[in-house]
């Protein structure tokens, strides 16, 4: 396992999207609405969500497949003498 840097703490999901959060949002108060900078935030936060639902999108392939291929197997009965 790699070792992390110092300072480099472990989080989970809830809090780094929290933290996201929080980020836009403060950056939302420091910028005047209009600028160029504030409508490349308002893309970038579009181009980040649709990143996530690219993830979201392809585990839930991942689990369909899974589910599927395991209604397909199905025990046969087998007559033994």
């Known amino acids: 396992m790699a070792k992390k840097p110092r ?3 472990e989080i989970t999901t809830e809090e780094a999207f929290r ?3 929080r980020f836009f949002s403060w950056m939302e108060g420091k910028i ?3 600028t160029e ?3 490349h ?3 970038s ?3 980040f969500l649709k ?4 993830l979201v999108d392809k585990k839930i392939d991942d689990l369909e497949r899974r589910h599927g ?7 046969t009965k087998i007559k033994v003498e």
Do not use: C, Q, T, W
């Open 37 to 39: 900078f504030r409508e």
């Open 19 to 21: 933290s996201l959060g």
């Open 51 to 54: 990143g996530i639902r690219s």
């Open 69 to 75: 291929k395991r209604e397909g197997k199905k025990a």
């Open 41 to 43: 935030m308002g893309k």
């Open 32 to 34: 005047s609405p209009g």
């Open 7 to 9: 300072g480099e703490e």
């Open 45 to 47: 936060r579009v181009e």
